[in-house]
Antibody, heavy 119, light 107 residues
């Protein structure tokens, strides 16, 4: 069974750094792109970026380029999303998702990680 | 950049009603369009891919159509478990854009 399991909820202060994770299992982790999607409170879905674990090829949405870093450790089948300096506006639910073999839709999703940034 | 719009932004319907949601792209996107369902507190789930293909395991009351700039998502007979927000999503060259969503609830 394909599963993406994300790290737990985080509460951080503005200016702090953070790295959240998404661990895959049940499939060949290195041969499927993993994407990240943001959902701010009460708002819609925003695609942030995507990474290919096989060679760490990474693409970012222009809206998120330079704001976050997506990385992967294929030895432990885990993708990451990180911030160097959080803002209150980063408060949101973050989902990872696997891009299907046709590279057209996200077929499996993590359960989401809630990040709260507050002073 | 390609912009995606959806209408309506919300709707209320009764069990058994036919529900239709439209999604419009700012330029021709062929059939590179998916539909997702998101229930409160849950991750999204793909229902329709490539505009009109039903994902495996998804009930046949869900359907999609369209190409180019105009797309339609239909629930032929709304069921209680269909209460959710529905998003269209365009994809091309590993870039993805979600529509703003349509919230469906009971009248």
């Amino acid at each position: 069974e394909v599963q993406l399991v994300q790290s737990g909820a985080e509460v951080k202060k503005p200016g702090e750094s953070l790295k959240i994770s998404c661990k895959g299992s049940g499939h060949s982790f290195t041969t499927y792109w993993i994407g990240w999607v943001r959902q701010m409170p009460g708002k819609g879905l925003e695609w942030m970026g995507i990474i290919y674990p096989g060679d760490s090829d990474t693409r970012y949405s222009p809206s998120f380029q330079g704001q976050v870093t997506i990385s992967v450790d294929k030895s432990i089948s885990t993708a990451y999303l990180q911030w160097s300096s959080l803002r209150a506006s980063d408060t949101a639910m973050y989902f990872c998702a696997r891009l299907g073999i046709g590279e057209n839709y996200f077929d499996y999703w993590g359960q989401g990680t809630l990040v709260t940034v507050s002073s | 950049d390609i912009q995606m719009t959806q209408s309506p932004s919300s709707l209320s319907a009764s069990v058994g009603d036919r529900v239709t949601i439209t999604c419009q792209a700012s330029q021709d996107i062929s059939n590179y369009l998916n539909w997702y369902q998101q229930k409160p507190g849950k991750a999204p789930k793909v229902l329709i891919y490539d505009a009109s293909n039903l994902e495996t395991g998804v009930p046949s009351r869900f359907s999609g159509s369209g190409s180019g700039t105009d797309f339609t998502f239909t629930i032929t007979s709304l069921q209680p478990e269909d209460i959710a927000t529905y998003y269209c999503q365009h994809y091309a060259n590993l870039l993805f854009t979600f529509g703003p969503g349509t919230k469906v609830d009971f009248k």
